[in-house]
């Protein structure tokens, strides 16, 4: 006999369904009145310090369909590369950028966008530098467990080359599907699903 | 509770056995949406172990009490009446506290109040289905509503969602996001929805089912459900800053 461990286990995920928006992003869902606006939706005030820049585009599903029901939502570091977080311990973030935003893609283009601030760089575990890069989180109807991504920076070539963890991606090939392409101060991101490009997605 | 130091542990893997698939294609949506690739792992880094906060001042007054926070004045949405309460814990047993609790729902027809949603039954004009809370210091969490109604959905020829409710939770990081749902006990139509079965582990099934709480109902008034929500838990930093060699 042992002693029991004693641990929960992890509530299962269910999928975040069709109405999501309901719940998540209710005036999309036509919903008004019951919050004052959707939460995430703006990310950048007047007093935010950074870069000013904007992430499009869409989640491309086995068909080559962009999926007009899906959700993303984004996680990243303020300019100087600190997390708005407690657990964030070497430093105080911008107070006027939390970080995080929230967004669905448009019911008829299946067109996301997000207008935020260029990230800067956060260590790696072992202290080495890792590319500026944003979290992404994807759920909609037919995705049983969200989608953990991360999308880098295409200008941002020397960084990249050195950042642990594209470093450890083995197959080179999938590397360029985690790179936004630059287009003035808008970053095009698709998100593909599975087949040929698919997106590489993490277990962190 | 007890005065907690910052939490800047990494989370406990998550049991990719226990949850879900990506491909269950018994959920016929999930088969052109399901990663081919094998997803790639990693150790957390200051990326993943961060999230964001959200403070009581966001909420307003109605934001947890579905049955007024779309009705007009005076009015109240029409089903039954229930509370919903529970805690958000991590998987070490402990409550999460202050993370956000967003719920959305059918009415009591099982009709969404969405552009998509085409069902026979009529919305309800007092209900709209949304609302969300913060856990407090204990992880604790309710909220008032009205039961959903099952409803057909285009699957098989023949599926029914059971009766439930939507439940999206933050941690204290952002790699313990989820998005779950919450069934009713005794429902007969959880074991053959193929959303549920989407799940492989009955023992894991039986962890979104909320059991009638008849403790907490208020009597004449409010039947209550207590649904409890584990998040991943997170790894003593004890050693862990501890550099080899130092």
Not at chain 1, 72 to 80: G, N
Not at chain 1, 165 to 193: C, M, Q, S, W
Not at chain 2, 180 to 189: K, N, R, V
């Amino acid at each position: 006999m042992v002693q029991s461990l004693g641990y929960l286990k992890e509530s299962p995920s269910q999928t975040a369904g069709p109405y999501v928006h309901i719940g998540c992003v209710p005036t999309f869902a036509g919903i008004e009145g019951v919050y004052p606006a959707d939460l995430g939706k703006t990310m950048v005030n007047d007093n935010t310090r950074g870069e000013r820049i904007a992430i499009t585009g869409r989640v491309i599903d086995g068909t080559g369909t962009p999926l007009k029901d899906a959700m993303l939502e984004i996680w990243q570091a303020d300019a100087a590369g600190l997390y708005n977080s407690p657990s964030e311990t070497r430093g105080l973030a911008d107070p006027e950028f939390s970080g995080w935003g929230r967004q669905p893609t448009d019911g008829k283009s299946g067109v996301y966008r997000f207008e935020t601030i260029k990230p800067g760089r956060v260590p790696w575990p072992d202290g080495r530098m890792q590319a500026p890069h944003v979290s992404l989180w994807i759920v909609a109807r037919g995705i049983n467990i969200g989608l953990n991504t991360r999308m880098y920076f295409g200008d941002e070539e020397a960084a990249n080359a050195e950042d642990p963890l594209l470093n450890r991606i083995e197959l080179k090939v999938r590397v360029p599907t985690l790179v936004a392409k630059r287009d003035g101060d808008t970053y095009h991101f698709d998100i593909v699903l599975q087949c040929e490009n698919e997106t590489v997605f993490f277990d962190i | 509770m007890r005065n907690s130091p910052v939490e800047t542990g990494a989370f406990f893997p998550r049991d990719r056995e226990w949850h879900p698939k990506a491909y269950a294609p018994g959920y016929k949506t999930s088969v052109a949406r399901s990663p081919n690739q094998a997803l790639i792992s990693f150790g957390n880094s200051i990326s993943e172990i961060t999230g964001p906060t959200f403070g009581q001042a966001m909420l307003g007054p109605l934001d947890n009490d579905l049955i007024l926070n779309f009705a007009k004045a005076g009015e109240s949405a029409i089903g039954e009446r229930i509370i919903v309460h529970g805690r958000v814990l991590d998987e070490r047993g402990r409550g999460v506290p202050n993370v956000l609790v967003e719920f959305w729902q059918a009415n009591a027809g099982g009709r969404y109040r969405h552009v998509k949603d085409n069902y026979f039954a009529p919305l309800d004009p007092n209900f709209g289905g949304c609302g969300r809370c913060i856990s407090d210091e204990d992880g604790a969490y309710v909220f008032r509503t009205i039961k959903p109604g099952p409803y057909p959905w285009p699957n098989g020829v023949n599926d029914w969602r059971p009766s439930h409710i939507h439940f999206s939770v933050f941690g204290s990081g952002f790699a313990q996001r989820l998005i779950t749902q919450m069934y009713f006990e005794g429902d007969p139509l959880i074991p053959l929805c193929p959303i549920v079965r989407t799940i492989n582990d009955p023992v894991a099934i039986a962890q979104l089912v909320a059991a009638q709480d008849m403790a907490n109902t208020i009597p004449m008034d409010t039947r209550a459900f207590k649904f409890d929500i584990v998040l991943r838990g997170r790894r003593s930093t004890l050693f862990e800053n501890r550099m080899e060699g130092n």
